[in-house]
């Protein structure tokens, strides 16, 4: 490459990101409404969403203000994918697992004993819902979709699957709550915020649950047994207003598309993951809180006992038009590529 090319290329450079400059300057300033029902102290708010904010508003030059609306201020905790479809907030964080059978697809991503690490499991499941988002969820513009890995915490013991039997469980999403109907449990549906209150009066003797959360919500305060497992995962999506989203001008636009990525996804649930299992720790220091270490017989118990939900998301996947045994292949091989599989 002779001097005056790369003096060429150089000042076409310059032009270039002068340009950008002027154009971010350039954009009406916008508000990004973005609506979750974590409380504002929750980890996840202090790990995933207040740093994807400043990160956007940085990237925006200003442009882009991003202002939350935490605790239900704008609707209940199942309400928040089709508050953002109608624009009622512009951003809303959601748990599909809420609306049991809507979102067959993401489901997926509950299976018990699945993924074995939040990070890795978030960054596969972003990758392998690329392909089914934009018809499982037409009605907004995917940003991202990640998880938590959570386990059973209860009034007593639980040790082995057949013990759930009669009990009354507050399950963390649709999955395991037809995980523990098989069981012979009856479900407490209520969302996170509701849940103490339930455990608290009775209601409900056990929840599925991650472990900082546990202390975050104040549950730590009823339940005092914990099983020290992957059980579960409960998966997670930001949507955007599509309308919203359409608005923006195209450097705006380039700002949301770097921070709707599968980046960030695996950012999120690592640092919200490492947050959460910080709890278990955390319990075992307080005091007057059990971690019952479950010998592998009573693992393979629950494993074995989980088996049929795998049958029945395979045959869920098959009626909305997939080849379900394939699909759930895939996501086993993004799992395997993240380390995150739970062999």
Same mark, same amino acid.
């Given at each position: 490459?002779?001097?005056?090319?790369?003096?060429?290329?150089?000042?076409?450079?310059?032009?270039?990101?002068?340009?950008?400059?002027?154009?971010?300057?350039?954009?009406?300033?916008?508000?990004?409404?973005?609506?979750?029902?974590?409380?504002? =102290?929750?980890?996840? #708010?202090?790990?995933?969403?207040?740093?994807?904010?400043? %990160?956007?508003? !940085?990237?925006? +030059? &200003?442009?882009?203000?991003?202002?939350?609306?935490?605790?239900?201020?704008?609707?209940?905790?199942?309400?928040?994918?089709?508050?953002a479809r109608d624009g009622i907030a512009d951003m809303t964080?959601?748990?599909?697992?809420?609306?049991?059978?809507?979102?067959?697809?993401?489901?997926?991503?509950?299976?018990?004993?699945?993924?074995?690490?939040?990070?890795?499991?978030?960054?596969?499941?972003?990758?392998?819902?690329?392909?089914?988002?934009?018809?499982?969820?037409?009605?907004?513009?995917?940003?991202?979709?990640?998880?938590?890995?959570?386990?059973?915490?209860?009034?007593?013991?639980?040790?082995?699957?057949?013990?759930?039997?009669?009990?009354?469980?507050?399950?963390?999403?649709?999955?395991?709550?037809?995980?523990? =109907?098989?069981?012979? #449990?009856?479900?407490?549906?209520?969302?996170?915020?509701? %849940?103490?209150? !339930?455990?608290? +009066? &009775?209601?409900?003797?056990a929840i599925t649950f991650p472990w900082h959360s546990i202390?975050?919500?104040?549950?730590?305060?009823?339940?005092?047994?914990?099983?020290?497992?992957?059980?579960?995962?409960?998966?997670?999506?930001?949507?955007?207003?599509?309308?919203?989203?359409?608005?923006?001008?195209?450097?705006?636009?380039?700002?949301?598309?770097?921070?709707?990525?599968?980046?960030?996804?695996?950012?999120?649930?690592?640092?919200?993951?490492?947050?959460?299992?910080?709890?278990?720790?955390?319990?075992?220091?307080?005091?007057?809180?059990?971690?019952?270490?479950?010998?592998?017989?009573?693992?393979?118990?629950?494993?074995?006992?989980?088996?049929?939900?795998?049958?029945?998301?395979?045959?869920?996947?098959?009626?909305?038009?997939?080849?379900?045994?394939?699909?759930?292949?895939?996501?086993?091989?993004?799992?395997?590529?993240?380390?995150?599989?739970?062999?």
């Open positions: 490459m002779n001097r005056s090319f790369r003096i060429a290329r150089i000042a076409a450079a310059v032009i270039l990101a002068a340009g950008t400059t002027h154009a971010m300057a350039q954009d009406k300033p916008v508000e990004l409404r973005f609506a979750h029902w974590l409380p504002p =102290t929750h980890p996840l #708010a202090k790990t995933g969403f207040e740093p994807w904010a400043k %990160s956007v508003e !940085a990237a925006s +030059k &200003g442009s882009i203000k991003v202002v939350f609306f935490p605790a239900q201020q704008l609707g209940k905790a199942p309400d928040h994918y089709d508050m964080w959601i748990n599909p697992g809420y609306q049991a059978g809507r979102f067959p697809m993401i489901s997926a991503g509950e299976l018990p004993f699945l993924m074995s690490k939040p990070g890795g499991g978030s960054a596969a499941l972003d990758a392998w819902y690329a392909k089914y988002e934009e018809a499982e969820m037409k009605d907004v513009r995917m940003c991202l979709s990640h998880v938590h890995i959570g386990t059973m915490h209860s009034k007593k013991p639980i040790l082995d699957p057949a013990e759930v039997k009669g009990m009354k469980i507050r399950p963390s999403n649709g999955t395991i709550q037809a995980f523990m =109907t098989l069981l012979g #449990a009856t479900n407490v549906q209520v969302s996170a915020p509701e %849940s103490r209150d !339930a455990l608290e +009066k &009775g209601v409900a003797d202390i975050t919500f104040g549950i730590d305060k009823v339940v005092k047994h914990h099983n020290d497992q992957r059980l579960y995962a409960s998966t997670f999506n930001w949507v955007m207003n599509k309308s919203w989203y359409d608005k923006l001008g195209p450097a705006q636009k380039k700002v949301i598309d770097d921070h709707c990525n599968n980046e960030w996804a695996g950012k999120v649930g690592a640092a919200w993951g490492d947050d959460e299992d910080s709890g278990q720790q955390k319990l075992e220091a307080k005091g007057g809180h059990t971690i019952h270490k479950l010998t592998p017989a009573q693992h393979k118990a629950w494993r074995d006992a989980a088996q049929p939900l795998y049958t029945s998301w395979i045959e869920a996947a098959g009626k909305a038009g997939h080849d379900g045994k394939a699909a759930l292949e895939a996501l086993r091989a993004e799992l395997k590529k993240q380390g995150a599989l739970n062999e």
